[in-house]
């Protein structure tokens, strides 16, 4: 049985990263789906000094433990990853062991700009570095204009999107 987790950069109830995570999942098919809650507190030494490391960013550390593979999808905000996403992160490095050490990763995007959310891409990787994480390199999916590439039932459109999300997919179960 495989477990995949899902982490949309993008806390938009409508997010099309959300949407891309999804459509990522369905091509994966694995035995069990789950997506993470990154709407976190924000990091702050203090706090976890006085009250320890919330549940809510233990819960994400364990799920992401438990997980077979992990796939992130990443909107671009002025360049780079989104602050929730940024905020998932650092917060994660803070539990116990690095529940990212050699764990088969998808990085993917969709962003309104025409690049698709390609500096968002680089960023976050550069943001898993210290983590070690098993990234798959390639095919990149960045999904441009992406507010007009799902349909109204937030299906993924058009065959070159699929076609590369198919082959990342099929990459990520290969680490497994």
Known sequence: MTTLLGISGSLR?????????????GIFAADTFVEADINLPLYNGDLEEADG??????????????????????PEYNKAISGALKNALD?????KGN????????????AAGRAGGERAQFSLRLA???FRPDIVQGP?????????????DDRLKGEKYN??????????????
């Open 13 to 25: 109830r409508a997010s099309t990263n959300t949407k891309l995570i999804r459509a990522a999942a």
């Open 53 to 74: 490391i919330p549940a809510v960013v233990q819960k994400l550390s364990d799920q992401i433990a438990a997980a077979d593979a992990v796939i992130i999808a990443t």
């Open 91 to 95: 917060w994660v490095s803070r539990t």
């Open 99 to 110: 529940p990212w050490a050699g764990k088969p990763l998808a990085i993917m995007s969709a």
């Open 128 to 130: 898993m570095m210290a």
């Open 140 to 152: 990149e999916v960045l999904v441009a204009n992406s507010g007009q590439e799902f349909d109204e």
């Open 163 to 176: 076609k590369q999300l198919g082959e990342l997919m099929d990459a990520l179960k290969a680490r497994i």
